[in-house]
């Protein structure tokens, strides 16, 4: 089985950083793209930043120049370096990833169970 764990949220005032990590672990052969999502309150769940097998990154507009997103790959793990956080960015933050499982298998998208988030004085 695969599973995706969120770490890292917590409770920061305004203009504070946070980094939030995403492990997979169990049966994989291959990672693929991984993304960071997030939902707040009454809102649907957005993209926040997503980074391909290859390390190519992409940003939601909202979050660009104060978030970034990286990973090992050595140990299947991604994080997400939040910056200048503003209580727009309080939300649930997932993570998703595209994982193989066995060589030669299916890709499955699975994704985590979420981390809270929330940017307050």
């Known amino acids: 089985q695969v599973q995706l764990v969120e770490s890292g949220g917590g409770l920061v005032q305004p203009g504070g950083s946070l980094r939030l990590s995403c492990a997979a672990s169990g049966s994989i052969f291959s990672v693929g793209d991984m993304a960071w999502y997030r939902q707040a309150p009454a809102k649907q769940r957005e993209l926040v930043a997503l980074i391909t097998s290859g390390s190519s990154t992409n940003y939601a507009d909202s979050v660009k120049g104060r978030f970034t997103i990286s990973r090992d790959n050595a140990k299947n793990t991604m994080y997400l370096q939040m910056d200048s956080l503003l209580p727009e960015d309080t939300a649930v933050y997932y993570c998703?990833?595209?994982?193989?499982?066995?060589?030669?298998?299916?890709?499955?998208?699975?994704w985590g169970k979420g981390t809270q988030v929330t940017v307050s004085s």
């Open positions: 998703n990833a595209d994982i193989m499982p066995r060589r030669g298998g299916v890709t499955f998208r699975y």
